[in-house]
T-cell receptor, first 118, second 114 residues
């Protein structure tokens, strides 16, 4: 079963617009970790942020912000004032800490392609 | 500079041929991972290794093999048993293996079948 769902396949914006990427996850574990990665056209995945299930404090880092809500199992990511260099595929991933076959394995969503045009 | 290197960047495989993808890291990480990425899809785990001389199958291990003889190296062999090998392969590492650890990725190898 798909544990991480990124419903948006592609988002196109004009430079300086805000972009919000949705991520919905599914887990029975009480302890788990959520990640966002960026994959630019070069292909290498770049780590952006990690959150554990006990830390619902949202954060802003420069033009990036995150909204983690356990009640809705969502971990959304926003780019404020987008730039052309933000064009990439963004992946949300889940790592579960319960004693199952999934322990410690990163489970990725399908990714959201962000296209920022000048 | 510390990091993960993967070679080659592009690799071509003929029918019935085994090919080996290289992954080297100088981050002193204990755990290493191999993922496969198909177009429009997320990454899927092939194999992972928490420590030297030990490795476990991931979700799609059939048709692949690995070895972990050195801490810094985790080569992946795509065997002739893998019938659909065309994909982008990414190697990652972390300190050490565990659900709380951030995995860091290499630049990837694109495998194409001739």
């Amino acid at each position: 079963a798909q544990k991480v769902t990124q419903a948006q396949t592609e988002i196109s914006v004009v430079e300086k617009e805000d972009v919000t990427l949705d991520c919905v996850y599914e887990t029975r574990d009480t302890t788990y970790y959520l990640f966002w990665y960026k994959q630019p056209p070069s292909g290498e995945l770049v780590f952006l942020i990690r959150r554990n299930s006990f830390d619902e404090q949202n954060e802003i880092s420069g033009r990036y912000s995150w909204n983690f809500q356990k009640s809705t199992s969502s971990f959304n990511f926003t780019i404020t004032a987008s730039q052309v260099v933000d064009s990439a595929v963004y992946f949300c991933a889940l790592s579960e800490a319960g004693w199952t076959d999934s322990w410690g394995k990163l489970q990725f969503g399908a990714g959201t392609q962000v296209v920022v045009t000048p | 500079d510390g990091g993960i290197t993967q070679s080659p960047k592009y690799l071509f495989r003929k029918e019935g041929q085994n090919v080996t993808l290289s992954c080297e890291q100088n981050l002193n990480h204990d755990a290493m991972y191999w993922y496969r990425q198909d177009p429009g899809q997320g990454l899927r785990l092939i194999y992972y290794s928490q420590i030297v001389n030990d490795f476990q199958k991931g979700d799609i291990a059939e048709g692949y093999s690995v070895s972990r003889e050195k801490k810094e190296s985790f080569p992946l062999t795509v065997t002739s048993a893998q019938k659909n090998p065309t994909a982008f392969y990414l190697c990652a590492s972390s300190v050490p293996g565990g659900p709380w650890e951030t995995q860091y990725f290499g630049p990837g190898t694109r495998l194409l079948v001739l």
